[in-house]
């Protein structure tokens, strides 16, 4: 992890918009600094001078490579006793009201489950006859390959809603919300559009790697859906943190787990229940 804050800049459009987003975290006591164009330049002098204004937020951090630190928790999960099997679930099933979980050739009867997959787990909702309207918003992302020293932290075009954050496989570039549904191809404009630019932010940049999809999942309230199923007692949900799964993942787990061990709590968890879509 990298303590070195993050940037959000924008151009001289919509000038409205900002002030009103900064109003609006003034009002939720967001810590927030305002930086103007020498201030930016100070903190991001590979930028191309396209801004106008931008808010900094120098307590925040970012992860050189996510992956590195989920396989850090892998290996404790392991050595805790955990297990993994890595297998397609297809349906979920019923015995004395305990969830048996079905895959093409295999059963798996639990005392309780947590349905956890991400954009993916409507197809295993619908199943239980709820009626969760999740959907997925589509993001893109590339690598510019040993470009990542061009800057010290993310940062965001407001403008355009897109970001590029130094890695340690490159520059990665990200963005784009579509929706698309989980089956269509990826859709070439929109890399080339990440492409584009990251070239007006940067200038120069050499070609680009690794082009991705992924399926943020995505409630019409932009909450997630968190606790029992509406017609299953040992069914748990936990899905749809939209465009914060990353962020939000390990308070989230934290918050399942406490309860399914019926852990009392002082939180409000009625905003997050699947039966709001009632
Ligand atoms: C472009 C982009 C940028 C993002 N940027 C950020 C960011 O800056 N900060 C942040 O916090 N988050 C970010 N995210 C994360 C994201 O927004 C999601 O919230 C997050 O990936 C959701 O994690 P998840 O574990 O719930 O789902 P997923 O990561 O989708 O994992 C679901 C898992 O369930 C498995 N699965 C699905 N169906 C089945 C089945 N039937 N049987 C068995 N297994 C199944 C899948 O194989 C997968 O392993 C970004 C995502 C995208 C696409």
Not at 19 to 48: F, T, W
Not at 65 to 75: E, M, V
Not at 123 to 148: A, M, Q, S, W
Request: a positive charge; glycine letters at 8%.
């Amino acid at each position: 992890m990298r303590k070195k804050g993050i940037l959000y800049v924008w151009n001289d459009k919509n000038l409205k918009s900002r002030e009103l987003e900064i109003n609006v975290r003034n009002e939720l006591g967001v810590q927030q600094q305002l930086v103007n164009k020498k201030e930016i330049h100070d903190l991001e002098p590979s930028l191309k001078p396209f801004y106008h204004a931008g808010v900094y937020y120098p307590y925040a951090r970012h992860a050189r490579n996510p992956k590195k630190i989920l396989l850090k928790l892998f290996d404790l999960f392991l050595k805790k006793g955990g297990k993994f099997k890595k297998i397609n679930i297809n349906s979920i099933e019923f015995k004395d009201q305990k969830p048996i979980l079905k895959s093409d050739a295999e059963k798996f009867c639990f005392d309780r489950v947590v349905i956890a997959c991400g954009a993916f787990s409507k197809k295993l909702t619908d199943n239980l006859d709820e009626k969760i309207p999740l959907d997925t918003e589509r993001g893109y992302h590339v690598h510019f390959k040993n470009c990542d020293h061009l800057l010290q932290r993310p940062v965001i075009f407001s403008n355009r809603g897109f970001g590029i954050t130094p890695m340690e496989q490159g520059l990665r570039v990200v963005g784009t919300v579509e929706f698309g549904g989980l089956k269509n191809p990826p859709s070439k404009s929109r890399i080339k559009n990440l492409i584009n630019n990251a070239k007006y932010m940067l200038g120069d940049l050499p070609d680009h790697e690794d082009e991705w999809l992924g399926f943020r999942p995505t409630l019409p309230d932009f909450l997630p859906v968190m606790g029992p199923s509406k017609n299953h007692k040992n069914v748990f949900y936990c899905f749809g943190h939209h465009h914060l799964g990353w962020t939000l993942g390990p308070i989230s787990g934290k918050i399942v787990s406490g309860m399914i061990a019926k852990e009392n709590t002082n939180l409000n968890l009625a905003p997050y229940s699947s039966s709001r879509f009632n």
